[in-house]
């Protein structure tokens, strides 16, 4: 069976919506036939059950379903002609690249630029000129960082210190390209600098940028903080991104207690009071397996859709 004549089917099998599909040269769509409103962006995994494990097949079947980005954290492990592939079907399927992850270390970041370490620092510079290269061959604009872990030795103003400085050079290597670091706060373990919003916003004033700013994860921020309407609002102007995922369990909206029909809306009339635009990253797995589960994770967004 056609891959297309398989997205028709399971469509219409679990009632999402029917759909005509146009194509453009090479089979690509050029237009998703039902976008959703905001720019819901999936992951490489998220629906290999259903388009295969091929990924310029699933970036396919993400436009086919609505979506209009897509976010790949991996992206710098790739080769370099893989991601230039990723980044030319993006553009055919008219679709956005999200974030990808500076990662200069092992996972958990060992490599902490808490403390000011020469080697890790420049270890970190080297990565986001990489990054630069990276970000052009698939059309990126965002980069994840993470500075790493709480060093209990130092000063707490001390590590926010070497953190802006090293954050200032690095956006030195981004501006130029009109490129811009995301920082994250995470919820994984104490031993984590980054924990909050309003930690992550005075950074970014510190360090004074456009290429600078903070990636909001829903999930994340749910856990460390809550009240996430005030929390966004507080650190609005310097929001670029935002992440999802419900708690608990970290999986899509409707399967946890966030109430992510209300936050989607808050941010699209805060969004369009502004004039931004944004990508929200679906970091997130899903609640049920196979083919059925990413069905059902397809409907999670249509019910939660402005």
């Excluded at 194509?23 to 388009?51: D, I, Q, R, T, W």
């Excluded at 200069?104 to 000129?129: A, H, I, Q, V, Y």
């Excluded at 103003?157 to 490129?179: C, K």
């Excluded at 929001?239 to 699209?268: C, M, S, W």
Aim: aromatic residues 10%.
């Amino acid at each position: 069976m056609q891959r297309r004549q398989f997205t028709q089917n399971i469509l219409a099998a679990t009632g999402l919506a029917a759909f005509s599909s146009s194509s453009s040269e090479a089979g690509v769509l050029s237009k998703a036939p039902m976008p959703f409103k905001m720019k819901y962006a999936p992951h490489f995994g998220m629906f290999e059950n259903s388009a295969g494990k091929d990924e310029i097949d699933q970036l396919k079947f993400m436009a086919e379903m609505g979506f209009s980005a897509m976010e790949d954290n991996g992206m710098m492990g790739k080769s370099p002609e893989l991601q230039k592939k990723i980044g030319e079907t993006m553009a055919k399927l008219n679709m956005t690249m999200g974030v990808f992850v500076i990662s200069f270390d092992n996972w958990p970041p060992k490599s902490t630029l808490t403390t000011g370490n020469k080697e890790w620092r420049d270890k970190f510079l080297k990565t986001c000129r990489e990054a630069v290269e990276v970000a052009k061959r698939c059309n990126a604009k965002w980069m994840t960082v993470v500075p790493g872990n709480f060093q209990r030795e130092l000063p707490m103003g001390i590590q926010t210190a070497n953190v802006i400085e090293s954050l200032r050079q690095a956006s030195a290597i981004f501006e130029p390209h009109n490129l811009t670091m995301v920082l994250e706060p995470l919820s994984d373990n104490p031993d984590l600098f980054l924990r909050h919003s309003d930690q992550t916003y005075m950074i970014c004033k510190a360090v004074n940028s456009p290429s600078c700013k903070i990636l909001f994860d829903m999930w994340h921020m749910q856990r460390n903080e809550g009240r996430m309407t005030q929390h966004m609002d507080w650190s609005w102007d310097e929001i670029a991104y935002f992440q999802i995922g419900d708690e608990p369990g970290r999986n899509e909206p409707t399967t946890g207690e966030v109430n992510y029909k209300n936050l989607f809306k808050h941010i699209n009339e805060k969004a369009k009071a502004a004039g931004k635009d944004f990508v929200l990253g679906m970091e997130h797995g899903n609640a049920t397996k196979g083919k059925e589960g990413e069905m059902k994770l397809i409907e999670a967004y249509r019910a939660c859709d402005l």
